[in-house]
C-alpha cells in the first residue's frame, strides 16, 4: 500500500460503498423489522406477558435481546485486538475483512428460520449476525487513513456514513413493501415478510461488500514482525501499537470521551424502536417510517457538522453535539405522545449522522501519519465503541428488569453524556494534539 495514491475518487466509492452494505444489517436487524418482528411474536397481547423461556432460564423479551447484543460486543472487544494484530502483522486486512462479512451475511440469511419455537436460533444468529458486522465495520474503518489525507478526512467519513443511511434505507424501503402489503404477493403467512427480510438484508450485505472487496488494498505484512511465528507476530505487532497509543496524548484524551458518548449513542441507536413500541404502542409502519426519516435525517447531519467542524473544530462540535444527547434521553423520559416522538426521532437522526462520522475523522487525524497499522490503531477506536455498547445495553437491560420502566433506562443514558461532555473539554483544554484537531 506505499504506493497507493490518497484521496483517489475511485477507491473513497468503493470504500463507502462497504457502509451501503453492511448498513443494512444495522437498519433492518438492530433497529428496525428484526426488533418489532421479536417483540410481537415474544409478547402476548392477551396478558401483557413479555418474559420469554430461553435454554430454560426465564427473561423479559427486550432484556435478552439487549443482553445477547452485549455478548457480542463483549467477544467483539475481547478478539478484536488479537485479530486485527493478525491482520496487521500478516498482511491479512482483506481476508479478515471478507471473513467478519461472511459470518454476519450468513448469519443474518439464518434468522429466516426464525420463529417463537425456535427462539434459540433466532437468538444465536441474531449474535453473530452482531459479530460479523462489528468485525468489518472495525476493518473498514481502518481504511480512512489509508485512502484519505487528513484535511479530507473529516468529508470522506461523512461519505462513508452517507452511502450508508442511503443504503440502507434503499434496501428498508424494499423490505417495508412486503412487510406492509403481503397481500401484493399472495403471501398469508404473518411471519413470512419480517424473515424475508432478514434474508434480503443477507443477500444485499454480501453482494455489495464484493466492491469494496474488489477494489480496496490488501496491506503489507509488518516489518517489525516478520520473520516470525504467527503468534510471535501477532504478539508483536499488539504490543508495537500498544506502546504508540500509550504515549500518544491526542488518543488517549479522545477515546475516554468517546467511550462515554458511544455508551449513550450507540444504546439508544438499538433500543429507540423497543422504546416507540412497549410505551407509546405504536404500530409498525409507524416506527418502520420513523426509522427510514431517521437515516435521511442523518444524511444531512454528517454533512452538518463535517461543515461546521471546518469553521469551529471537531471537538467544539462534539462538545455541542453531546449536549444535545443528553437532552434528548431526559426529553425520552416524559415522552407521551406519538408526536413528540417524530420530534425526538428527527433530532436522534440529525446527531447521530454527525457524532458517528464526526468522531471517526477526528480518531483517524490523531494516528501517526503514513503509519500502516491501521488495523491495529483503529481495533482500539472500535473496541472502546463496543464496550461501550456492551455497558449501556446491560445497564439499560438491568435498570428495566429491576424497575420494569424502560424510561428510567432512556433517563439514566444522560449520565454517560454528561461525562463524555465534561472529558471533551478537558480534551480541549489540556492537550495539545487535540487543539490542532480543533482549530482544524
Partial sequence: MQDLIKNDKKMIRSWAMFDWANSAYNLVITSTIFPIYYIAITTSKSVGDDWVQFFGFEVIN??????????????????????????????????????????????????FFFKLDT?????VCFTLAAMGYIGGVAVNNSY???????????????KGFAYGYVGCVTIQVICFVFVLKPEWFGIEDGSFPARLSFLLVGIWWLGFSMIPFRVLPNNQPSDHASGKRIFER???????????????????????????NSVGVQ?????ATMFGQKELDLEQESLIITIILIQLVAIIGAYVMSYLAKLFG????????????????????????????????FMVGLLMGGIQSLSRSTY????????????????FYDITE??????GLFLFGFIEQVTHNIRYSALSLSIFFILGFLLLIRALRYNTYLKQVSNG
Avoid at 119 to 123: A, S
Wanted: net charge neutral.
Fill in 119 to 123: 427462539l434459540e436460533w433466532g437468538i
Fill in 364 to 379: 483517524s487525524k490523531l494516528l501517526p501519519q503514513e503509519m500502516e497499522d491501521t488495523t491495529s490503531f483503529f481495533s
Fill in 62 to 111: 427486550t432484556v435478552l435481546s439487549n443482553y445477547a447484543l452485549a455478548f457480542a460486543y463483549l467477544v467483539m472487544v475481547l478478539a478484536l485486538p488479537f485479530l486485527s494484530a493478525h491482520a496487521d502483522a500478516n498482511g491479512r486486512k482483506m481476508q479478515v475483512m471478507k471473513a467478519f462479512t461472511y459470518i454476519g451475511a450468513f448469519a443474518c440469511m439464518g434468522l
Fill in 144 to 158: 480512512l487513513p489509508v485512502i484519505a489525507t487528513p484535511d479530507q478526512q473529516d468529508a470522506v467519513s461523512a
Fill in 386 to 391: 463496543k464496550l461501550a455498547i456492551v455497558v
Fill in 234 to 260: 501477532v504478539r508483536t505487532e499488539f504490543l508495537s501499537v500498544w506502546e504508540q497509543i500509550r504515549l500518544n496524548k491526542g488518543i488517549k484524551r479522545f477515546l475516554p470521551a468517546y467511550f462515554f
Fill in 267 to 271: 444504546t439508544i441507536m438499538v433500543v
Fill in 314 to 345: 471537531n471537538i467544539k462540535v462534539l462538545m455541542l453535539v453531546t449536549l444535545l444527547w443528553a437532552g434528548i434521553c431526559v426529553s425520552a423520559y416524559y415522552l407521551n405522545s406519538e408526536l413528540q416522538f417524530y420530534g425526538l426521532a
